[in-house]
């Protein structure tokens, strides 16, 4: 089983940035693709990040330039930078691990960015 951990979450002011952590424990070596979605109040969840295990990316359009996936495949880390931030940015980030079988979801995350 593949157990994630969020963190980095918080309180910022529009302009600022944040850096959330996802840390990966147990069978970590059948994950390939990892990324960050987020909920905000009222909405569907949607993709932020997704990064591969080679080190793919892909952003979603909106925070494309202000956010930054990268992973570290020996701590079993996958980490989110962001920068420039936005209100509409405020939601429960979740970290997301995609391996053979169901997905593996994090406990979620607040970023909350006041204008």
């Known amino acids: 089983q593949v157990q994630l951990v969020e963190s980095g979450g918080g309180l910022v002011q529009a302009g600022g940035s944040l850096r959330l952590s996802c840390a990966a424990s147990?069978?970590?070596?059948?994950?390939?693709?990892m990324g960050w979605y987020r909920q905000a109040p009222g909405k569907q969840r949607e993709l932020v990040a997704v990064?591969?295990?080679?080190?793919?990316?892909n952003y979603a359009e909106s925070v494309k330039g202000r956010f930054t996936i990268s992973r570290d495949n020996d701590k079993m880390m996958v980490y989110l930078q962001m920068i420039s931030l936005k209100p509409e940015d405020t939601a429960v980030y979740y970290c997301?691990?995609?391996?053979?079988?169901?997905?593996?979801w994090g406990q979620g995350t607040q970023v909350t960015v006041s204008s």
């Open positions: 147990g069978s970590v070596f059948s994950i390939n693709v």
């Open positions: 990064i591969t295990r080679g080190g793919s990316t």
């Open positions: 997301k691990a995609q391996r053979p079988g169901p997905d593996i």
